[in-house]
């Protein structure tokens, strides 16, 4: 309880840039090791998230999404394309389920041959660009995921 007071106090001032992953769901075992992305610079503060999307689900455009604080729920955070419920799971990660809306859905479907040509060009074997390929179909699909954000343990 002490480190999540701590916590409170430090965000309480300032916005701070974290590392993190984040994970699409997936019910396929070939699958989970290409549904996490590590994504870096993702701010939070007691009022916001930002973070960009992985280039691998969003094209290298990768858009850059803020949530910010819902005055209906002390945990959820909303946007123009979804929203965040985030809570702390132990000192050093926060968890927060994203769900994107449709607006955001039909952006990435409208631009899936973007993100399709970026995987391609950044793939080093047949079998990673094809699990790849699924992974952001599926997620322009169906976007949602889970964002682990890692943060220092304080002293």
């Not at 993702?42 to 819902?70: H, T, W």
């Amino acid at each position: 309880m002490k480190y999540i007071a701590t916590l409170l106090l430090i965000l309480s001032f300032n916005v701070f840039s974290f590392t993190g992953e984040f994970v699409i769901p997936t019910q396929d075992r070939e699958l989970e090791y290409f549904s996490k992305f590590f994504i870096e610079d993702i701010e939070i503060s007691p009022d916001s998230l930002r973070l960009k999307l992985p280039a691998d689900l969003a094209s290298a455009e990768a858009y850059e999404i803020k949530f910010e604080r819902n005055t209906n729920g002390a945990n959820v955070l909303n946007s123009f394309f979804g929203s965040a419920h985030c809570l702390q799971q132990s000192e050093t990660i926060i968890k927060c389920k994203i769900k994107f809306n449709t607006l955001l859905k039909n952006v990435l479907i409208k631009n899936l041959w973007k993100t399709m040509d970026y995987i391609q060009d950044s793939s080093n074997s047949i079998a990673d660009l094809t699990n790849r390929l699924i992974v952001a179909e599926r997620f322009a699909g169906s976007p949602r995921g889970t964002l682990l954000i890692q943060i220092p343990a304080v002293k």
